[in-house]
């Protein structure tokens, strides 16, 4: 596995792959994940493989969790009255 980041544009090159068939992956967190199957790699040649990049869906979980007292209404008193 290989990593690479940086802004747009970009040209990334990765030395010494050995040639066939590749899947290339792009992602960044806030972004969908882009992928590219059977890329193929000839020997010693570049491959171009453009990836636009597309905005994900923002998703943020609240969970409240609280436990109501309790209350007693209308109940007798403790000293008969």
Known sequence: MCTNVSILPCNHGFSALPPGPYTIQASLPGFREA?????????????????????????????????APLVFIDAPSRDGG
């Open 35 to 67: 992928q590219r199957a059977d890329v193929r790699l000839p020997i010693a040649s570049q491959v171009d493989v453009p990836f636009v990049l597309e905005v994900g869906g923002v998703q943020e979980t609240v969970t409240v969790t609280d436990v």
